[in-house]
């Protein structure tokens, strides 16, 4: 049986379809001023704390990053597992060594010798997917696992720099 639209469908009157239309039209229209205001949750202006993060991780033009990558996604979890077993569910923060060893332990990359160590690297050189994850983690903080270009990664992002 062939789907019609909504517009076409004999189950939606036409006050259902205005209904549906006024509050997709509301939705957009509330999203649209929340961001354009800069407001959080429930309308409230965003801290100023929160205000500087998102200023600080949007001017960055440079990352210094290590990263473990993994073709099957099963290994990286083994690796995630360990990470967030830990350190994560401790509240704590891996030490750049300690992703270091597991790099050198499970990465497949050639970076594996120098613990994942990536080094600085700016806007646009990395492939996509990549550089987004990268460019949005905070300094000192592991990204979850990601399925990137070359295989699963987790990336650890060590300094941020304009």
């Known amino acids: 049986m062939k789907q019609r639209p909504l517009e076409h469908s004999d189950q939606v009157s036409d006050s259902g379809l205005r209904l549906i239309r006024a509050i997709l039209s509301f939705i957009f229209f509330r999203l649209t001023i929340v961001n354009k205001l800069g407001l959080g949750e429930m309308g409230n202006k965003k801290s100023n704390k929160t205000q500087v993060k998102d200023k600080e991780m949007k001017t960055c033009n440079f990352v210094k990053a290590r990263h473990i990558l993994c073709e099957k996604q099963g290994k990286i979890m083994q690796v995630w597992n360990i990470i967030d077993t830990e350190y994560l569910q401790l509240d704590k923060n891996i030490p750049p060594t300690k992703f270091g060893e597991l790099a050198m332990q499970y990465s497949e990359c050639s970076s ?44 650890l992002v060590e300094g941020r720099r304009a």
């Open 112 to 155: 594996a010798k120098k613990g994942g160590d990536l080094g600085w690297f700016p806007r646009g050189k990395m492939e996509p997917t990549f550089q987004s994850v990268a460019f949005s983690t905070p300094q000192g903080k592991v990204s979850q696992p990601f399925k990137g270009a070359n295989g699963w990664h987790i990336i």
